[in-house]
């Protein structure tokens, strides 16, 4: 059961690099979530989608795109990569809203933008 | 809007030692409270969760309370381990589409 499955684990950008992170989950859920995570600030959501088809922008969305490309993938693009954007990237995915249902995470991804 | 605050870290701990983490929040309505705990390398998982006033949630040795009256949510374990190094995450959601709101993470180290 691989639950929430984040592709790459590890990658390293120059600046005005373009890359596109993916995001898979088995679990049929509704909802998928992006958030960054950095040192002192914790978890900020960047994108989310409520449902298949559906998608907004969370705490911090600048510099950012995303695609739910069917009910199992939810990708995010990175246009033109920053340094302010060196971060872990978190996907998440949960059967409802999170008040109700238990949100499951990938392992991240460490992104490295010199 | 909703906010968690929860405790600064890093919280170093020895084996056996009481543990509490604390996590007060500001939000509309009624929301629901949770603990995700993040070991090194790992995403996030649930550690317990609180759906009400005066709810307990306990995991693994782990409870908190839901107190309503005091917006509190505080993590507690009678007994830590080396094992239950890691960082803490206090969370808040609603009924409904709407993203947990996360605090900013407390990293615990228990040392042998």
């Known amino acids: 059961n691989a639950g929430v499955t984040q592709t790459p684990k590890f990658q390293v950008l120059k600046t005005g690099q373009s890359m596109t992170l993916q995001c898979a989950q088995d679990m049929n859920h509704n909802s998928m979530y992006w958030y960054r995570q950095d040192p002192g600030m914790g978890l900020r959501l960047i994108y989310y989608s409520a449902s298949e088809g559906t998608t907004d922008k969370g705490e911090v969305p600048n510099g950012y795109n995303v695609s739910r490309l069917n009910k199992r993938e939810f990708s995010l693009r990175l246009e033109s990569a920053a340094p302010s954007q060196t971060s872990v990237y978190f996907c998440?995915?949960?059967?409802?809203?999170?008040?109700?249902?238990?949100?499951?995470f990938g392992q991240g991804t460490r992104l490295t933008v010199v | 809007g909703d906010s968690v605050t929860q405790m600064e870290g890093p919280v170093t701990l020895s084996e056996e030692a009481f543990l509490t983490i604390n996590c007060t929040y500001t939000a509309t309505g009624y929301p629901s409270l949770f603990w995700y705990v993040q070991y090194p390398g790992e995403g996030l998982q649930l550690l317990l969760k609180?759906?009400?006033?005066?709810d307990k949630g306990s995991n693994k040795g782990f409870e908190a309370t839901y107190r309503k009256e005091t917006t509190s949510f505080h993590l507690e374990k009678g007994s830590v381990q080396v094992s239950d190094s890691a960082v803490y995450f206090c969370?808040?959601?609603?009924?409904?589409?709407?993203?947990?709101?996360f605090g900013k993470g407390t990293r615990l180290s228990v040392i042998a």
């Open positions: 609180a759906t009400k006033a005066d």
């Open positions: 998440a995915s949960s059967e409802y809203g999170t008040g109700d249902t238990e949100a499951f």
């Open positions: 969370a808040l959601g609603h009924s409904g589409n709407t993203p947990l709101v």
